[in-house]
């Protein structure tokens, strides 16, 4: 049974949406990728509502089992964590007006999964991106690479089956990167 994920990689002024297929050996297919842009000259709620109606317009068009949302978090730029956490905000509520549960992962849970190195760079992450998913050509821009690594990590993560157990049908080394994340939340 094939799982369909949709990654968003939030932001204001571009967020990444992509939308995977996957089955339980973990054979992936790009069902669509692309980017929302918005213009950094228009108001807030302005951006937001834009975001909105394109998140809504592929949720309802590509109907995903689930949406996996990059976790907001920053030691740095207060004010772009701001807009990022806006723009999570408002996806997150478009999947739960229909009902799609949504996952959050971290970049570095996301760079590990897809590249085995939770320090991974973004060339690197697309790089497997377009292998996992057999490209001809990189996603661009980055956003969108990212919002494909965001599906496939969940898929992968979830064991690519509606439902299943967290680790479930996981490689050696994904089982030791979940253990240790456990180990780490813990302290």
Request: hydrophobic share 35%; proline share 7%.
């Given at each position: 049974?094939?799982?369909?994920?949709?990654?968003?990689?939030?932001?204001?002024?571009?967020?990444?949406?992509?939308v995977v297929d996957i089955e339980p050996n973990r054979h992936s297919t790009l069902v669509a990728v692309g980017v929302v842009g918005t213009?950094?000259?228009?108001?807030?709620?302005?951006?937001l509502l834009v975001i909105s109606e394109a998140v809504d317009a592929w949720l309802d068009l590509h109907e995903p089992q689930v949406l996996a949302v990059e976790r907001v978090f920053s030691q740095l730029n207060v004010s772009t964590v701001m807009g990022t956490a806006q723009a999570s905000g408002v996806v997150i509520v478009s999947a739960a007006?229909?009902?799609?549960?949504?996952?959050?992962?971290?970049?570095?849970?996301?760079?590990?999964?897809?590249?085995?190195?939770?320090?991974?760079?973004?060339?690197a992450v697309t790089k497997m991106v377009t292998k996992i998913l057999r490209l001809k050509t990189s996603p661009r821009p980055a956003d969108a690479a990212d919002a494909l690594a965001l599906a496939i990590t969940h898929a992968w993560r979830r064991g690519a089956q509606p439902g299943a157990a967290p680790g479930a049908s996981v490689t050696p080394a994904q089982r030791i990167w979940a253990e240790a994340e456990a180990r780490a939340r813990r302290r």
């Open positions: 049974m094939t799982y369909r994920v949709m990654g968003v990689d939030p932001g204001l002024t571009r967020c990444g949406l992509a213009d950094p000259g228009r108001s807030l709620d302005e951006r007006r229909r009902g799609i549960p949504v996952a959050l992962h971290t970049p570095t849970e996301v760079k590990a999964a897809v590249t085995g190195n939770g320090q991974a760079d973004k060339v």
